[in-house]
């Protein structure tokens, strides 16, 4: 069984702190990040990206977070193109 990675737990970052560090550049608006993670909610669970808090604690994205949502957004704009 393989054991936790300790570090791993320091690289997941609350939601608004995501964005602070990272989501200006493609995304205007907190409100506009939060409404990206809720449409694509389980596909950034499925990838290991986003973690659901529950209660009092809050969701969290992991370092690979930036990748995934580069991923899902050029993936819709190819569609986009293509309908």
Known sequence: MNSPNPDALQDLKVTRVWWDDHGHDVFRTY???VWFLREHKAELIALGDMFVGRGA???RLGPGAADSILKIMMR???ADIEA
């Open 31 to 33: 409100q506009s990040l």
């Open 76 to 78: 819709q704009s190819k």
């Open 57 to 59: 604690k809050p969701t």
